[in-house]
């Protein structure tokens, strides 16, 4: 079946690059997306690429996706306190409506 | 993008009692609505999919007499947990779709306490 690896917790200083990375075993997938989930909130999408992309970037965050080995990062430059929270990575394949796999979430703290 | 709205934010009630959770779209019409729930610590666990005016889909384990879910129009969603229990605490989340194969946005979530 579908699963979704990330490393539970990140710990890094205020501006320094953040680097979370996430595993996925599903070779069809055909979306991976990143989330953010702040404390007591739903989750907010980030950015999202698509499975024939290398590289997507978005202001302070860029995505790598290394396909052949199933492995998605996301790196938050200059990261700050405010970027603290949970990040999901998460996939879904071309079929079917919008249902994402999950990722457990790392949590990335923040330190000043 | 879209907003997605949850409704309570929080809410405690006592056991045996039922609990309704709505999820609207504010700006968008959902023709497919989904409700998660997460533990903690936890990824997010698909309870089931509704499209409005049918029934919704329920994932392998869901007991659908415990978890009904109505979507009778295009902005709302609701979930109500009847005769909670204690072990149905937990963070519940919405999320709504316009179509097939299109981003889903999340509602903010709703924490349910059960004593």
């Known amino acids: 079946g579908e699963d979704v690896e990330q490393s539970l917790f990140l710990s890094v200083r205020e501006g320094d690059s953040s680097v979370i990375n996430c595993t996925y075993t599903d070779s069809s997938s055909t979306y991976l997306y990143w989330y953010k989930q702040e404390p007591g909130a739903g989750l907010q999408l980030l950015t999202y690429i698509f499975s024939n992309m290398d590289m997507k970037q978005d202001q302070r965050l860029t995505v790598l996706l290394n396909k052949k080995d199933k492995h998605l990062s996301l790196r938050i430059a200059d990261t700050q306190t405010g970027d603290s929270a949970i990040y999901f990575c998460?996939?879904?394949?071309?079929?079917?409506?919008?249902?994402?796999?999950f990722g457990r979430g790392t949590s990335l703290i923040v330190h000043p | 993008g879209a907003v997605v709205s949850q409704h309570p934010s929080r809410v405690i009630c006592k056991s045996g009692t039922s609990v309704k959770i709505e999820c609207r779209s504010l700006?968008?019409?959902?023709?497919?609505m989904f409700w998660y729930r997460q533990f903690p610590k936890q990824s997010l666990m698909l309870m089931a999919t509704s499209n409005e005016g049918s029934k919704a889909t329920y994932e392998q384990g869901v007991e659908k007499d415990k978890f009904l879910i109505n979507h009778a129009s295009l902005t709302l969603s609701t979930l109500t947990v009847t005769s909670a229990h204690p072990e149905d605490s937990s963070f519940y989340i919405c999320?709504?779709?316009?179509?097939?194969?299109?981003?889903?946005?999340f509602g903010q979530g709703t924490r349910l306490t059960v004593v």
């Open positions: 998460a996939e879904k394949n071309s079929g079917g409506s919008y249902i994402p796999t």
């Open positions: 999320s709504a779709s316009s179509g097939l194969n299109t981003e889903a946005f």
């Open positions: 700006d968008f019409q959902a023709t497919t």
